[in-house]
């Protein structure tokens, strides 16, 4: 009969003796330990890390243990499923043999995959970047196709502007005041304006007086204005 509490307890002693710095147990009934796992730098430096967690159940390992991805860095979701998968994998195949070793060893070869993938990924994000300014720059060049939709919505919008142009300007002007009148046009309008120079005057106080006195005697002169002779100057020039 199989001792699993006892092939248990054997393989923890030497997945702590393997890992020493990235083991940590975190529970002795049922046992559970988590196990960080760091791929080798790639070529710019980065990494990319996993933290395992993994209990035993009470027929480990004749049946798989219990695993879950505890926490990542620079993992994409893709990338943790893929993990779960492998694990899944790796599991089945070696039920009956204590297996956390090799589960964990797929994993950081897992890992280190995914390194060299992200200059591909770098490379193909670049790539990627730069077709889609190559098709800005033809757009910009060549400019839109005109088809019967996309000009009758550009008319709809067009015509939009311009009302809303000329209610723009129309309440410009209401508010500014009057619209700007000729000489002429406010003549027309305002029949007031033919006594405004006199009103002007007398609110002024520039009424004009006439000496009535200068014009007594002008009905004693004797004007022949019929006759040719006749000089208005030469009668200035008689009294001299």
């Given at each position: ?7 248990q307890?054997n ?6 003796s ?6 940590t ?11 960080t796992?760091?791929?080798d ?5 980065e990494?990319?890390?996993?933290t ?25 979701d ?13 599991a089945e ?12 060893t ?7 995959e995914i ?12 790539r990627?970047k730069e ?10 060049f060549?400019g ?11 008319k ?13 300007r ?11 009148l000729?000489?002429k ?34 009905e004693?002169?004797d004007?022949?204005?019929d ?6 100057l ?7």
């Amino acid at each position: 009969m199989t001792d699993y509490a006892e092939e248990q307890r054997n393989e923890l002693e030497a997945i702590e003796s393997i890992y020493p710095d990235s083991f940590t147990v975190l529970s002795d009934d049922p046992t559970s330990f988590t196990i960080t796992v760091t791929s080798d730098a790639g070529e710019n430096g980065e990494i990319v890390e996993a933290t395992l967690k993994f209990t035993y159940i009470e027929k480990y390992p004749d049946e798989p243990p219990l695993w879950e991805i505890h926490s990542q860095e620079n993992l994409e979701d893709s990338d943790v499923e893929d993990i779960l998968t492998l694990l899944q994998q790796q599991a089945e195949e070696n039920l009956g043999m204590v297996m956390i070793f090799t589960l964990v060893t797929a994993v950081q070869e897992k890992l280190n995959e995914i390194v060299d993938l992200m200059k591909n990924r770098r490379e193909e994000e670049k790539r990627r970047k730069e077709e889609e300014a190559e098709e800005a720059e033809k757009v910009l060049f060549q400019g839109t196709v005109v088809t019967i939709e996309n000009f009758l919505l550009w008319k709809a919008r067009f015509e939009l502007e311009v009302t809303e142009l000329r209610k723009r300007r129309q309440k410009e002007e209401e508010q500014g005041g009057k619209l700007k009148l000729t000489g002429k046009q406010l003549f027309e309008t305002d029949h007031n304006l033919d006594t405004s120079d006199i009103q002007f005057l007398e609110e002024a106080g520039n009424n004009v007086e006439v000496d009535e006195s200068l014009f007594q005697d002008i009905e004693d002169l004797d004007l022949d204005e019929d006759d040719p002779d006749f000089d208005p100057l030469e009668m200035g020039s008689d009294e001299d």
